[in-house]
């Protein structure tokens, strides 16, 4: 775990890290809080807080959500929380209903952390791709990564959790789909706090991509990681935690997950028909796991 958070140049922050409220809204079982904070280069992050309204102090689990990529960089807490996009990425309040706190950030680039736009609203032309590109290309002309900045913000998410009143410190996952199963692989495999992880639609060998010329997630673009690691080592930090991997025999982006976890029996791997996108039946399999912890 340490020599790839070192690879990545990737110092965990797990500081308590304060926020705002911006406005809560009361639901069944719950509230959705609309929040900001600090990002890892003094910007600032907008995600919603979910919070169970019958949860004793330290006692309720906790899960991180990253949201997808698909094209729509207009789109981010808002598809997980089931305003905006499609249902079957609207996790948020499924787990709240359920008891846990939840929290559903913008990664940098989508929703309310694009330049040129705010909120859900698409940018015309190329400009929210562009928007993404710029902030992989510049970090790499300065030795830096996407991956590192996307970790250091999620870090700071994870810390919101894990000092939450409500939260049970011993009881604090991470998931996400696609892009969000690629983020919930690397900070899963970086951040110890996290007691379970569940990513979809994500696990792929580099080797496989490049042979089968499958494009590469911006994120993904670290010089030299595949002289020194392969998605492999990033199951095998993350366990002995408790692991659910989700894939599908036509998606192009997991298509050898199968073949990964052949030597990870502990690893609880359920692979499906179909494509890339999320269906019900997968939706529900996802729900059922994390909300077992």
Request: hydrophobic fraction near 40%; aromatic fraction near 8%; include cysteine.
């Amino acid at each position: 775990m340490n020599s790839l958070a070192q690879f990545l140049k990737l110092s965990v922050d797990r500081r308590p890290h304060q926020f705002a409220r911006i406005e809560t809204k009361s639901f069944d079982g719950y509230t959705r809080s609309l929040i900001e904070y600090s990002g890892s280069e003094d910007d600032l992050i907008k995600a919603f807080l979910f919070e169970p309204t019958n949860s004793s102090l330290a006692s309720a689990p906790a899960v991180l959500i990253h949201h997808q990529h698909n094209g729509e960089q207009f789109l981010g807490k808002s598809e997980v929380a089931g305003i905006a996009g499609n249902p079957l990425q609207a996790f948020g309040p499924q787990l709240a209903q359920r008891g846990f706190v939840v929290l559903a950030p913008d990664q940098i680039c989508f929703e309310d952390r694009r330049r040129n736009k705010k909120g859900i609203e698409p940018d015309q032309g190329d400009k929210d791709f562009l928007q993404q590109f710029n902030e992989m290309t510049y970090r790499l002309i300065k030795g830096d990564t996407l991956m590192r900045k996307v970790l250091d913000d999620a870090a700071r998410g994870l810390s919101i959790l894990f000092h939450h009143q409500l939260v049970h410190q011993g009881r604090i996952g991470v998931m996400g789909h696609s892009l969000g199963g690629n983020t919930t692989l690397f900070q899963a495999a970086t951040d110890e706090r996290i007691k379970f992880a569940c990513s979809s639609g994500a696990l792929c060998s580099y080797k496989n991509k490049i042979e089968k010329h499958t494009s590469l997630e911006m994120g993904l673009v670290i010089p030299g990681f595949i002289e020194n690691f392969e998605i492999k080592d990033l199951v095998q930090a993350i366990l002995p935690r408790d692991l659910m991997i989700v894939s599908a025999e036509q998606d192009k982006y997991s298509q050898n997950a199968d073949l990964i976890l052949k030597d990870f029996k502990e690893v609880k791997h359920f692979r499906f028909s179909g494509g890339h996108a999320l269906d019900q039946n997968r939706y529900n399999v996802i729900i059922k796991w994390v909300a077992a912890h």
